[in-house]
């Protein structure tokens, strides 16, 4: 195995958890990528505007959805494993959310498109085949073949229905990508409260589903593999908080949230060509790992590391709330699933091996964990918050420096010298929550 120096300090685990806010305002670690995920990332970042917070998710969702059921991580021999992740990208309109998650994907995206010019050949031969009768297929020497199946890594927008057929044909599960991540969970009551709901609940956890297929009967899936990916508006996340807080669902969701929500300008900067090719390198190496699960330990070390943060997260757990206690216990399977994602992209950039879980891949997870759980306790902040709390640092310094009553042009001579320009600050005086219009040109605040 290649020795490799670790980049971080591993044994600051408690230290980790127990300032998961200040790793918040740090962003995501994204110094406990490969070098040349990093590197990807802050190119990306300069040329394209993306978001350092979405950037590192995506690098997860997509690792997430090329290794799928190809590895497994053994923290012990009933503790194991799979990289499974539901992920949503949160963040305000036009904030750029949507174009990380598909630039990172694209790779998978193009491959699954080969996969189905490939059935669609193949399905039109086997239809061909069909209509000739026993005797034409001898004398032709055409032997009787099966109908081909469809080979998937990712889907889209799809329904539980739906994936019956697809995880009974794709033995190693795949990925499921909502580029608005409202379209998975408002399916959940779409038949009966909870139905779709439940099923999702047992694929987080690898645990057997029954699904209904019209037409085929049922189908048995022993263990189901769907990574779920997705972008979503804060509001429509904060209103779904409240319609789906009852079992824990959605601390089971990752949220990435960046606390900066400007918009970036564009640049004339553009991603070289070696840059994409890079990327499409690592997944092409994630997506042909093995033809069967490979079981991945953990080193003594990184077991070390995790032991260690495990004891410190049961000590919060027993002496804090119950929506603390449902996070945390999350971040126990998650730590383990980042392990694994991270040292598979270690393996792909070439700086490790797949023999074990490194002490570097399990200290780079915790550090995923505390931003993970920031991010989910910003969410009930959100949740519980003011509409005033929900503005920007600029939008509120405006109102506070706003007098009570104000024209037009007194509010915008106001708003330039905090920082906001006249046409942001005419489209901000439609918003009824903090402003009335008196008459023509006059305005109070709310």
Not at 205 to 234: A, H, N, W
Not at 304 to 313: F, M, N, T
Not at 393 to 416: H, M, N, W
């Amino acid at each position: 195995m290649l020795a490799v120096k670790p980049t971080f300090k591993p044994l600051i685990v408690k230290d980790i958890q127990a300032e998961a806010n200040e790793i918040l305002q740090d962003g995501f670690p994204v110094e406990v990528f490969p070098d040349r995920v990093q590197q990807i990332i802050r190119e990306t970042e300069s040329a394209l505007q993306f978001p350092v917070d979405y950037s590192c998710a995506a690098v997860l969702a997509a690792g997430a959805t090329a290794i799928r059921k190809q590895l497994v991580a053994c923290l012990k021999n009933d503790f194991q494993q799979f990289p499974l992740i539901y992920l949503l990208l949160v963040g305000r309109p036009g904030i750029n959310k949507s174009q990380p998650l598909y630039w990172f994907l694209r790779p998978i995206l193009t491959k699954d498109r080969e996969l189905y010019e490939h059935f669609s050949r193949d399905r039109g031969r086997w239809e061909e085949e069909q209509k000739l009768s026993k005797g034409e297929k001898v004398s032709n020497g055409i032997s009787e073949s099966e109908e081909p199946l469809l080979r998937q890594i990712i889907v889209q927008d799809v329904t539980v229905e739906k994936l019956a057929k697809v995880l009974q044909d794709n033995e190693f599960g795949v990925g499921a990508y909502f580029d608005e991540g409202l379209a998975w969970i408002k399916n959940f009551n779409r038949y009966t409260p909870g139905s779709e709901e439940q099923v999702w609940l047992q694929i987080f956890s690898s645990k057997p589903i029954k699904l209904d297929r019209k037409g085929s009967g049922q189908i048995y899936i022993p263990e189901p593999f769907v990574s779920v990916c997705g972008t979503i508006q804060p509001g429509v996340f904060s209103k779904l908080f409240k319609d789906h807080s009852d079992n824990g669902f959605l601390d089971r969701v990752l949220l990435a949230w960046p606390e900066d929500q400007r918009k970036e300008a564009w640049t004339d900067l553009e991603v070289s060509s070696k840059t994409i090719l890079s990327w499409s390198n690592i997944v092409e190496k994630l997506l042909n790992i093995s033809g069967e699960t490979m079981r991945v330990p953990f080193s003594q070390a990184a077991k070390d590391i995790l032991a260690r943060w495990q004891r410190d997260i049961t000590e919060r757990m027993n002496e804090g709330t119950d929506e603390d206690a449902s996070i945390l216990a999350k971040m126990e399977l998650y730590a383990i699933r980042f392990s694994l994602i991270l040292q598979a992209l270690f393996f792909a950039c070439g700086e490790d091996s797949l023999e074990e879980i490194s002490e570097r891949a399990a200290g780079g997870a915790v550090q995923f964990c505390g931003y993970f759980e920031g991010t989910a306790h910003q969410a009930r902040k959100y949740r519980d918050s003011r509409p005033f709390d929900r503005l920007s640092g600029l939008q509120k310094s405006v109102i506070l420096a706003l007098p009570e009553t104000f024209s037009t042009s007194e509010g915008a001579d106001i708003a330039e010298e905090e920082g906001m320009n006249r046409r942001t600050f005419e489209r901000f005086l439609c918003d009824r929550r903090f402003f009335r219009q008196k008459k023509h040109g006059q305005y109070e605040r709310v």
